[in-house]
Every structure is written in C-alpha cells, then in structure tokens.
C-alpha cells in the first residue's frame, strides 16, 4: 500500500506551509481565525475539575494553549518533521526556553563561539550564573568538539549558519560526538530556515528559531518555536518550564506568522537566489576586502553547506570593507533602496553593522575572536529586483 496522501505527513513541503495545521471553526472561513481570548469557559464546575485533572483534553487558558497558537505549531511540527512544537514570545525565549528548562547546576554545555549577541549571553552569562558549566569552541573545528565532547556533557548549543560570519557547522558529525558525550543537540537554525536546513534529520535533537525572521519575513512581528522528537524534553521538561515562566505567543502574533508561513518557500528561495547575485556582483569588486556566503565556492565550509542547506547559500551575505569603522558606515549611509536595520530575514533587503549594533555588547577580545571586525557589514537580502540592489550597492560603494 503507498502512503496516505491525505494525511498532512505526507504532504510536500509547499502545501505543508499553505495548509497543514488548518482548523476551521463553524464560521467555514478561509483563513485561519484569530482567537483572542485568555480563557474558555465551563458547562460544570466537574468539567473544570475534569480539565484541571487531565481526565479530559480541551483548553483551559491560553498561556497554555490558544486555538491560533496551536494551528501556528501544528503547521511548524509538519514543516520541520518534528513530533513537538511549543510556540514562544521571540526567537530569545524559545533559545533560553530550549537551555534553561533542561539543564541544572553541575550540567555541562559545550557550544559554537560564533553566536547572535544575545545567545552568546544565555550561554556564557546566564547558564554560568546558575553554575552550569560552559565550553565556547571554534564549532568549525571538529577536531575541538571531539576534545570538548570526551568528556560528558548535557547539551550542545549552535547556530548554523551563525550570526554573522556564516560559519557552518556539520550537524550530523557533531550529533554523533554529542550523543556519546550524553548530550542534547539544541541547533538555533534561523539563518538556515525550515525549507533549507533539517536539522533533526541530520541527527540533532532540539531546533530553535526566531519566527521574527524569515517566517513573519515581512517585518510585523516577533515569536519563536521549538521544535523537538524527544518525548522527555518537549513534555516533562519544555512544557511545565513554560507554562510555569509563561513566555506566550500571542494569538494575533501567532496568525500574522500562520500568513507568513504560506509564502515561506517561496520567499526563502527567491531572497536565496538573490543573495548569491548579490554575492557574486560583490566577490572581487574594488572596495571590499572579503565577502563571506556559503553558497560562493570561495567560502571555506561551501561544500558542507551545500550538502546540509539543500544547496543552497540562504538569504544573508556578510562583506568586509579595508577601511575598518569609518568605511562601513560610509556603506550604510550611502545605501538607498537597502535600509539599516539589526532585523533580517525580511522582504525589504536590510544592512546592518554588527560590531555597533547586535555584537556591540561583547568585548572587543571576544568580537575579534568571533571575527566581527569594525569592517564587517551583514546585508540580509530580501525580494526586491537584484538589479536595483546590486546599483544600490554600486553606488554606496562608489564604484557605480
Ligand atoms: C541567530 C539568531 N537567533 C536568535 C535571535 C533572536 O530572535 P528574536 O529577536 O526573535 O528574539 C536572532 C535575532 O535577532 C538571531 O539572529
């Protein structure tokens, strides 16, 4: 017997976004509904003792669950591959959410140095401060995940690509060394999207995002998801961790991104394709000293990210320019089309210079470690026509 085609399963990825998760109230609406309600009510004071008890499975408020907030993670469990999804307030409480409800003091975290701003706080702030023991390592390395993971550990931390070198990370080479050390694998796979990278099918256990990012994508909204087939994690220990802390995507929040959700694929794959043009117009012109995306052969993991991002470069490109601070703020300034913006991921093509903005926060020591120099510029490349953003770029540039 072939597969069920009409379970939602097995539906391809294009029609998972458009539709999985869909529940229609007795409106028969085409769109999904919003529920903006906080609570429901009772027929009996034994039906909320019931709900209360578990006996009966209905929803009882929404720090918990909302209808909305349900058909947002419905759809993301079918896009991902993944049994368990638990929606949150912004990409930074579902990266804090994903750590802090698993681990303890005395636990070990081994995580990739190359990390967005804030999560480079939870892993060597916050974890710390609640005697959780870190380990920061070059995660293009594996040489350094091997040393780092013969000893036991409990979770593993990485964004792949990161923010905003776009350094790669082999997931499943690292999965494996995780998994012998003891340890849970959380990959932050923002940059990479659902519809370029699978991370729990390359071996990891846990898979973070920002929905603020590419799956809004059309700068509206913040939220997150967490994503995850280990039973023990999404329900003994995600789940009352968050019900408890009540970081809560709110149901308007959770239908704006169930909207973004529909065009994901196709936004994805054309601001991908035009980030390689971009990419490309950049590599070797006059005025930039490197330009750093992984779908260019000159980036030093291109063959690994072509084979983990479904060959694809994703939608960021980072540049550096000689002339340090002065010269990157020249760019941005002479940008017309393109905006400044610490946001990606976006429609709108945004610019970004992350030593003053979203690393400005991290030593000068630990910057140059990360190798966010003064003359590095992040430029998430969005859907307008790439003509007008390559003479966009031509002309910040002066070289139009
Ligand atoms: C890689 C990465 N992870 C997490 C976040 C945090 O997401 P949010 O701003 O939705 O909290 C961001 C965004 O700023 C990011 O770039």
Request: aromatic share 6%; charged share 20%.
């Amino acid at each position: 017997m072939g597969e069920d085609k009409t379970d939602p399963k097995n539906w391809r990825p294009a029609t998972q976004m458009v539709r999985g998760g869909t529940q229609r109230s007795h409106f028969d609406e085409t769109s999904e509904a919003i529920f903006p309600t906080s609570g429901y009510v009772y027929a009996s004071a034994e039906e909320a003792e019931s709900a209360f008890k578990g006996d009966i499975d209905r929803l009882v408020y929404s720090r918990y669950d909302n209808p909305t907030t349900n058909m947002f993670e419905d759809r993301m469990k079918l896009l991902e591959g993944a049994e368990y999804c638990a929606s949150a307030a912004s990409g930074m409480a579902a990266v804090s959410a994903a750590l802090m409800s698993q681990l303890k003091t005395g636990d070990r975290v081994v995580s990739s140095r190359a990390l967005f701003g804030s999560c480079h706080y939870i892993v060597t702030v916050l974890l710390p401060t609640y005697g959780i023991e870190t380990e920061i390592i070059d995660g293009t390395d594996l040489s350094e995940w091997e040393r780092a993971l013969s000893k036991p550990a409990n979770a593993v931390f990485m964004e792949t690509p990161s923010n905003p070198t776009l350094e790669i990370i082999d997931i499943a080479a690292v999965s494996q060394l995780a998994h012998k050390a003891g340890a849970r694998v959380v990959i932050d796979n923002v940059f990479a999207t659902p519809v370029l990278q699978k991370p729990l099918q390359l071996g990891a256990d846990i898979v973070c995002y920002s929905a603020t990012k590419h799956i809004d994508g059309q700068g509206r909204t913040m939220g997150g998801a967490i994503l995850s087939n280990d039973e023990e994690f999404a329900m003994d220990q995600l789940r009352p961790f968050l019900r408890n802390t009540g970081p809560t995507l709110s149901p308007f929040n959770a239908w704006i991104l169930l909207k973004g959700l529909e065009t994901l694929d196709l936004r994805v794959n054309k601001m991908s394709e035009n980030a390689l043009a971009v990419a490309s117009h950049l590599e070797g012109k006059k005025g930039i000293a490197r330009v750093i995306y992984p779908g260019l052969a000159s980036h030093p993991q291109h063959d690994l990210a072509m084979r983990q991002m479904n060959n694809s470069g994703s939608t960021i490109v980072s540049f550096e320019v000689p002339g340090g601070r002065n010269e990157a703020f020249r760019v941005l300034n002479g940008v017309d089309i393109i905006d400044i913006s610490n946001n990606l991921g976006d429609a709108k093509s945004l610019i970004t210079h992350p030593a003053t903005t979203t690393h400005q926060r991290l030593s000068p020591q630990e910057r140059s470690l990360m190798n966010v120099g003064d003359g590095l510029i992040r430029l998430s490349v969005g859907l307008e026509d790439v003509e007008d953003l390559k003479e966009d770029l031509d002309r910040a540039l002066g070289a139009a």
